[in-house]
């Protein structure tokens, strides 16, 4: 049973995750875990550090892959309660009316902790999902419907989310449903032409997280004190590119101050690794190899979301450009595990037009929970 850190990022300011939409008017609430992973090796280069070690471990030329460590996405936090994707399971089997509800089920983007921990353990959801009508039990929405957890963990959200306005009470739990963790909205901006100073309005996708607030990613530590070099071991490279990634900013819009944040190393967190051809989910975007299809992604009761990642590379070598494109398994993907793991690869996605100077590497490794097979009677 491998043991997970947790490291929370605290925005300074704004974030710009890039997501879909025309231009830049729309942004994430997550941070896929090989954006992530690119931001890393980015300033690890950007500060003089040496690309070569992190190809040799996450991309080996052979497909045997024996990472020093495994990451999860970014995903929100609020106070002490973590929120995860929701897992593409069969919630009918778990006492959620899933018919009835499927209007509901269909907002919800994140489960809390406890939630994540009752389906994949196949634990009764009976109650916890609020009623349409009627003050809830067991469980209860935040964020609209965008975010589901129980009842016991309201008292380690924040104190302001907790509390009325007025401070004297506690919220209802129907009425913590109108509360934000986090915000979105489009900021105006103008582009002047360099040639004939004609001037261009576009907005721009703004994410601000509510005080004591942000993300949280884990990291499944396989080799952390082995050597990536100048001294360093895995756990000491990571945490100091950690840091410069927060000075740098995470995101887009760097250059007007979005992305800036502050992170700090928290607690363990113990999840099940899964047996071979038992289920698991993922909570990192997963690229399979060659070997692990068809059989992680066709055998039932497997349920999963493609996503198609594509955009442009940096390079200190030249201009941006458009790197292949590649299609994952979203997180929250139910898939099977083939062999023992790790499953996944790092792909290099330079361009196959032209004469590209280096490898681009993109994360595709699963970080897997084992889910337990629960069929209906």
């Known amino acids: 049973m491998p043991e997970w850190t947790i490291y929370t990022l605290h925005p300074r ?47 080996p ?8 460590f495994l990451l999860t996405s970014a995903f929100p936090f609020a106070g002490g309660v973590r929120f995860y994707p929701l897992p593409q399971a069969d919630l009918a089997s778990l006492g959620v009316e899933a018919d009835e509800r499927r209007k509901d089920l269909r907002q919800i983007e994140f489960v809390s902790e406890g939630i994540f921990r009752r389906i994949v353990t196949g634990q009764s959801l ?3 999902l609020p009623p349409a009508e009627g ?3 067991l469980g209860c929405f935040m964020q609209g419907k965008a975010l589901w957890l129980t009842a016991e963990e309201v008292a380690s959200l924040p104190e302001a989310m907790r509390l009325r306005e007025d401070r004297k009470a506690g919220r209802p739990l129907r009425a913590l449903e109108q509360v934000h963790v986090w915000r979105r909205t489009k ?3 103008v582009a002047v032409d360099r040639i004939g100073s004609a001037s261009t309005l576009f907005h721009t996708g703004r994410l601000t997280f509510a005080p004591d607030c942000g993300l949280w990613f884990g990291v ?29 900013g995470l995101g887009g819009e760097r250059s007007v101050g979005y992305g800036a944040f502050q992170w700090a190393r928290g607690e363990q967190v113990a999840w099940d690794s899964p047996a071979p051809g038992a289920l698991y989910v993922t ?9 692990e299809t068809p059989g992680a992604l066709v055998a039932d009761p497997v349920s999963y979301t493609l996503v198609s990642v594509a955009g442009y590379l940096e390079t200190p070598t030249g201009a941006a450009q458009r790197r292949r494109r590649l ?20 792909t290099d996605v330079r361009p196959r037009v032209g004469d590209f100077p280096h490898p681009v590497w993109r994360y595709g490794l699963a970080c897997p929970v084992a889910v337990r097979e629960v069929r209906r009677a």
Request: charged fraction near 25%; charge should be negative.
């Open 13 to 59: 300011g704004a974030l710009h995750i890039g997501e879909r939409g025309v231009g830049q008017e729309e942004t994430a609430c997550r941070v896929p875990a090989d954006t992530l992973f690119a931001a890393l090796v980015t300033v690890w280069i950007d500060a003089g550090g040496q690309e070569e070690g992190w190809g040799r471990a996450f991309a």
């Open 61 to 68: 030329a052979e497909e045997a892959v024996n990472p020093p």
């Open 126 to 128: 009976a109650g916890c």
């Open 135 to 137: 003050d809830p039990e």
């Open 187 to 189: 900021v105006p901006r």
């Open 220 to 248: 499944d530590w396989r080799r952390p004190a082995a050597a990536l070099g100048d001294g360093l071991s895995w756990r000491g490279a990571f945490e100091r590119a950690l840091s410069l990634l927060g000075d740098s």
């Open 283 to 291: 909570l990192s975007r997963y690229h399979p190899r060659p070997s």
């Open 327 to 346: 299609w994952l398994a979203a997180e929250g993907s139910v898939l099977r595990a083939v062999g023992a793991g790790p499953y996944g690869d790092v």
